[in-house]
């Protein structure tokens, strides 16, 4: 599988040769497509050719391009990620609301879990509060002890005066971490034939990205641990590029290691699996 994430900073023009990514600045690079997982365009003053776009996209290689002030805008996804993307499609039109009701019971489970298990290695009390949801929550958290879950976890993490609509260096860097992985989500769910706006849970008719919003949801507490550590007091350049090596990140998911962007492949086709056979039992979740 590919596993490289290739981000393009500088001024430059890139371009297809022969199965290989040509970046021409400075200095010219090559990288063999079939070892990139995820394209970042970081700069406005990078020109890339259609015939570079069409083989990224045959290749299924997430591209992300990023603003004037370098913070991830859009991406590029095909109309058609798999032979049989039509048959999918009616698959996940189908998805009964006790099926994804379901399957959304045991992703926010899993989330809150994942969350404790933070606080508790950074030996933050309020893990035991969080262990405590887990056991109250109802069949599609009904409850949104999701919701409760995120006020205790993020006050323990960040300080009791902190909340996720605040401007400042840490959410902007958990904001641009976000991103990253709800772009690498969006590969996998278009890469299997299925479609981003329609969700399991979320369902904004304004979010392009329902179903990533979804499926990502374990995999925050990821981001979370690297901005705890990282304590960002400015959140430029070299604090993105930092973040996006996260990527490159092993954890243990079907019993072997694997970089994120195969853990997020392997998690997901066990998701698309569970919602086809009305079993939950098939999830694949990650551990650290």
């Known amino acids: 599988m590919s596993w490289r994430t290739v981000v393009v900073s500088n001024s430059s023009k890139l371009d297809y040769q022969l199965g290989f990514l040509v970046v021409r600045g400075q200095e010219t690079h090559k990288i063999h497509l079939n070892e990139i997982s995820t394209l970042i365009v970081e700069s406005t003053a990078v020109s890339v050719t259609a015939y570079l776009l069409s083989e990224l996209v045959k290749h299924k290689i997430k591209v ?4 004037e002030k370098r913070n991830p805008s859009s991406e590029l996804l095909p109309y058609y990620g798999s032979h049989d993307t039509s048959q999918k499609v009616r698959k996940q039109m189908e998805w009964t609301k006790n099926d994804k009701e379901s399957v959304w019971t045991e992703i926010v489970s899993e989330k809150i879990n994942k969350q404790a298990d933070l606080l508790e290695r950074f030996k933050k009390e309020e893990f035991k509060l969080l262990r405590s949801y887990v056991t109250e929550i109802e069949f599609g958290d009904v409850t949104n002890r999701e919701g409760h879950a995120a006020k205790v976890y993020f006050n323990a993490l960040f300080g009791k005066k902190f909340t996720r609509t605040d401007e400042n260096s840490i959410n902007a860097a958990l904001n641009y971490g976000y991103s990253i992985i709800l772009s690498a989500f969006n590969r996998e769910i278009v890469a299997n034939g299925y479609v981003t706006q329609i969700g399991i849970f979320h369902d904004n008719m304004f979010n392009q990205f329902n179903l990533g919003s979804d499926l990502m949801e374990p995999f925050r507490p990821i981001i979370d641990e ?12 070299e604090e993105k590029h930092r973040i996006i ?15 994120i962007p195969n853990a997020i492949n392997i998690y997901c086709r066990s998701v698309f699996e569970a919602l086809n056979d009305k079993d939950v039992s098939l999830i694949k979740f990650y551990k650290l």
């Not at 992300?64 to 603003?67: I, K, P």
């Not at 690297?226 to 350049?237: D, L, R």
């Not at 090596?245 to 970089?259: F, K, L, S």
């Open 64 to 67: 992300v391009f990023c603003d």
């Open 226 to 237: 690297f901005v705890y550590n990282m304590k960002p007091e400015i959140f430029e350049t």
């Open 245 to 259: 090596e996260i990527m490159n990140q092993e954890v243990y998911i079907d019993g072997r290691a694997e970089y």
